[in-house]
């Protein structure tokens, strides 16, 4: 089992900045892939980064690439989302999750097992 608990979440006005965090506890064994996804207001869930270990290699949603940086520390077993120039249409509960993914060109939501409760981002 793996549980997984996201902080950093809050309000911020449009344009400015918020670095969620993802901290994975339990046996990670078998897994290789944490992601983002995001749950809107209006929006379904939408996947919006991941990153693979080993490896590092990362992904982005079009709606956040080159505004959100997904990266790993492996020391704290944590995962990080540094989110910038946020808009309202970033508002939304973060959820974290891990799992196991051969999927190309990008992890699907099938292939994910553990779930965290998320974080909430309003940004006004």
Same mark, same amino acid.
């Given at each position: 089992?793996?549980? !997984?608990?996201?902080?950093?979440?809050?309000?911020?006005?449009?344009?400015?900045? +918020?670095? +969620?965090?993802?901290? +994975?506890?339990?046996?990670? *064994?078998?897994?290789?892939?944490?992601?983002? *996804?995001? /749950?809107?207001?209006? #929006?379904?869930?939408? /996947? @919006?980064?991941?990153? *693979? #270990?080993?490896?590092?290699?990362?992904?982005?949603?079009?709606?956040?690439?080159?505004? *959100?940086?997904?990266?790993?520390? #492996?020391?704290?077993?944590?995962?990080? !989302?540094?989110?910038? #120039? !946020?808009?309202?249409?970033?508002?939304?509960?973060?959820?974290?999750?891990?799992?196991?993914?051969?999927?190309?060109?990008?992890?699907?939501?099938?292939?994910? @097992?553990?779930?965290?409760?998320?974080? /909430?981002?309003?940004?006004?």
């Amino acid at each position: 089992q793996v549980q !997984l608990v996201e902080s950093g979440g809050g309000s911020v006005e449009a344009g400015g900045s +918020l670095k +969620l965090s993802c901290t +994975l506890s339990g046996s990670t *064994f078998g897994t290789n892939v944490v992601g983002w *996804f995001r /749950q809107g207001p209006w #929006n379904g869930r939408e /996947q @919006i980064a991941h990153i *693979f #270990n080993p490896g590092g290699a990362t992904g982005y949603s079009d709606s956040v690439r080159g505004r *959100f940086t997904i990266s790993r520390d #492996n020391a704290r077993n944590t995962v990080h !989302l540094q989110m910038r #120039n !946020l808009t309202p249409d970033d508002t939304g509960r973060y959820v974290c999750a891990a799992g196991r993914s051969t999927s190309w060109p990008r992890p699907v939501v099938d292939d994910y @097992i553990y779930w965290g409760q998320g974080t /909430q981002v309003t940004v006004s």
